[in-house]
């Protein structure tokens, strides 16, 4: 577990905001949005940020539904938020029908006799429905409903949280929940300093591990449990904990995303603000899926695309709450890295070794230390003992005066930005001199130190003490945790370095290309080939010289025009795959190979009932990698963009990279990266390499396209896309396009 952050760990996260800048904003009704930016399909390009302050800072909260009465759930949660606004110095007015007073606190009868503005209403009521509509006619700005029984259990309650969510809307008022909890009122220490984590929770008690961090003297700024999330969700906390200056680092418990567009725009703005975003997402499996579903009633979408779209906006996923408590603790306090080169130190070459491999397996990068600094490392380490790095010291050194200048010598390496020392076990006579020399380290340089206490009790002084109490070392008890929570930091850092937001970049206006497309879609309906091949031409995507030909001899002149060899293929909006119906001749090199290819065509297309628009006569087009490229409309995010190893076996490769629209040419080669069948690119058994920059144009135009034709094109398939030798191009020698 991560020390404490008593004192300053890190430079003014204010200045740090103001750094970023933003455009001009306005708020209406208490959410704040950049004037007319919109992409070309009409939504927003900014994140809306909701004022929040009065939520969680009320100056008056009305109280429906208050009870004294023992043994009533009501009065507990009363005496609580009581407790609370006592803590706070919020006025607290309780609301009960029947009641005169409620703990000794004059009661009013309903929220229409409020006399007195009411930043906050909390509804201890079964129903909150009536109470919203009631509170329509105040001036309360929010309100927490606690009631369960909505989308959680099924149709009848997700209909019952629309109606809700709907009177939500009309009055105005920003609604927390329902099926939610007191988390947000919790007992919040005030004497730890530094940078904070604020926290977003749907489960409440998936919090709670995060929340007690503060014991170890990390600082908890807000915690929002969103439960249901009829009207304020994630997203919206993600927002405005971006543009909060105490706050270090965002750590979020996600079992649904309510809306994947207002996600990114939130994690955009986090991004364009350098606050990490650090987040558990349930349902990488479909049991997680199902279950999270049935907890929340939101969509949870395609795992695979909620994990390509966590990345393109730097958000951190993570699978544990326990890698949620390090990670975002470690980013809320640790400076902006001087290098992402990191030194593993240790008292022991096996451990050292050890945490060598995996911090390599998992992509940090550990510098061969300069031949100078490891003769000066060897005045105090036997010549015997290697400190190229890990740098393993013996044991001895850490006793005496040796083990300070061992550490101070490997941090004023510069390309060292990182020092990792893992400490296996007690052993008081070397681990707590070590300790100690690392913390007093630490608080000389402002470079990162990472200690891994691997003792399984965790009592012991030099750890509960002397690490726990640093304001800045970070301590961990696993080597996984230290790793994964030091790679995050360096690549958030290099994420946000220069840090562009992709909606900059969107289309705000429709392409030429959109208009001669548009004329191509048949709503409701899937294209040919030929006719989804138009759509390629229409974005500037090469296809083959082809022609569509209804008759033998038409076949025949157009393979004279086109060139042999040719190819012929069936066209059919019924068509998906021709290949297994035998509907594709492949090589043909003269007239009567065309004209028996298409009469063997025609009759296998009145074999099996299927309408044609005529047989396509193709250029034969050399050889190349085959790739797919295509697009999918995902059900929380809308239209996304994928590319992969295609032809004949895309589906047995399953070998793809996803993105969400929009994205500009680094996230397409990225996309290249993740492949598995990447070399093939390269040029591998002596194929040359193939046209790479080809190929991602392609990937964007697709990208293009699928943002332009977002509410006409429901699927996209280029496969294969056949992606020629260096400098010769790609070329689409399939499509399928299915319209909305």
Not at 694 to 710: C, G, I, P, S
Request: glycine share 10%.
């Amino acid at each position: 577990m991560l020390g404490s952050t008593h004192g300053t760990f890190t430079t003014d996260l204010r200045a740090r905001v103001v750094a970023c800048g933003e455009s001009p904003r306005t708020t209406v009704h208490g959410v704040t949005a950049a004037p007319g930016d919109q992409d070309v399909s009409g939504r927003p390009l900014h994140a809306p940020v909701p004022d929040l302050d009065r939520f969680f800072r009320p100056e008056s909260v009305a109280v429906v539904g208050a009870s004294d009465a023992e043994g009533r759930p009501n009065t507990g949660i009363t005496r609580q938020l009581l407790a609370w606004a006592e803590r706070v110095g919020t006025r607290l007015v309780p609301v009960h029908p029947t009641r005169t007073s409620v703990f000794g606190i004059d009661c009013v009868p309903s929220v229409g006799a409020l006399t007195e503005p009411v930043d906050l209403a909390v509804l201890l009521v079964a129903d909150p429905l009536p109470v919203i509509e009631e509170l329509a006619e105040t001036k309360v700005r929010f309100a927490v409903a606690f009631a369960s029984g909505f989308a959680e259990t099924g149709e009848a309650g997700a209909a019952a949280q629309e109606r809700l969510a709907a009177a939500v809307r009309r009055s105005g008022i920003r609604l927390l929940g329902p099926n939610t909890n007191l988390n947000a009122f919790e007992r919040f220490r005030e004497d730890l300093e530094g940078p904070a984590v604020a926290l977003i929770t749907q489960s409440g008690h998936q919090g709670r591990p995060v929340f007690t961090l503060q014991e170890l003297g990390v600082r908890l700024s807000h915690w929002a449990p969103t439960g249901n999330e009829a009207d304020l969700e994630t997203s919206d906390f993600i927002s405005y904990f971006a543009g909060r200056p105490e706050v270090g680092a965002i750590a979020c418990y996600v079992e649904g995303l309510k809306d994947g567009r207002s996600f990114l725009l939130a994690a955009d703005r986090a991004a364009r603000h350098g606050v990490p975003v650090v987040a558990v997402k349930v349902g990488r499996t479909e049991t997680g899926a199902r279950t999270a579903a049935s907890h929340t009633g939101k969509l949870t979408g395609a795992d695979q695309v909620v994990d390509a779209a966590m990345r393109q906006y730097g958000v951190i996923r993570v699978d544990g709450l326990d890698q949620l408590q390090d990670t975002a603790t470690l980013l809320a306090r640790a400076r902006r890295p001087h290098a992402d080169g990191v030194v593993v130190y240790s008292i022991s070459g096996g451990t050292g070794a050890h945490f060598a491999d995996l911090a390599t397996a998992a992509g940090l990068e550990l510098p061969t230390l300069p031949q100078a600094k490891q003769d000066e490392l060897h005045q105090w380490i036997p010549e015997y003992l290697s400190v190229s790095n890990p740098v393993d010291n013996g044991g001895h050194p850490v006793g005496d005066w040796r083990g300070r200048k061992i550490i101070d010598a490997i941090l004023a390496d510069p390309s060292v930005g990182v020092l990792i020392c893992p400490i296996t076990g007690p052993f008081p006579p070397m681990s707590d001199k070590l300790a100690q020399d690392l913390v007093e380290a630490a608080e000389a340089t402002d470079k990162l130190v990472c200690v891994v206490w691997g003792s399984p009790v965790g009592t012991e002084d030099a750890y509960r003490t002397t690490l726990l109490g640093s304001s800045r070392v970070a301590t961990f008890r696993t080597f996984a945790n230290c790793i994964g929570a030091v790679k995050a930091y360096l690549d958030h850092h290099r994420f946000t370095t220069g840090y562009r937001s992709p909606f900059d970049e969107a289309p705000r206006t429709p392409s030429p290309s959109f208009r001669k497309a548009q004329a191509l879609m048949r709503p409701g309906r899937r294209l040919s080939e030929h006719a989804a091949k138009q759509l390629l031409r229409a974005y500037g995507i090469r296809v083959p010289r082809e022609q569509l030909v209804t008759s033998a001899a038409a076949a025949v002149r157009a393979a004279g025009l086109v060139g042999y060899p040719v190819v012929m293929k069936a066209s059919g909006a019924q068509l998906a795959h021709k290949t297994e119906l035998g509907l594709v001749k492949v090589g043909l090199t003269s007239a009567s190979q065309v004209r028996d290819a298409y009469r063997e065509l025609t009759d296998i297309a009145r074999f099996e009932s299927i309408d044609l628009d005529g047989i396509l006569v193709c250029q034969m087009v050399g050889r190349g990698v085959e790739m797919v490229v295509g697009v999918t409309r995902d059900e929380l995010f809308g239209p996304t963009v994928t590319v992969g190893l295609g032809g004949v076996l895309v589906e047995v490769l399953n070998d793809t990279a996803v993105r969400v629209p929009p994205f500009g040419e680094g996230e397409a080669r990225s996309m290249l990266a993740e492949l598995r069948g990447r070399a093939l690119l390269d040029g591998v058994r002596g194929a040359p390499p193939a046209d790479v920059d080809a190929l991602v144009e392609v990937v964007l135009r697709v990208q293009r396209m699928a943002l332009e034709l977002d509410g006409d094109l429901a699927e996209l398939d280029i496969n294969p896309l056949m992606v020629l030798p260096r400098g010769q191009g790609a070329v689409a020698l399939d499509a399928l396009a299915v319209c909305r």
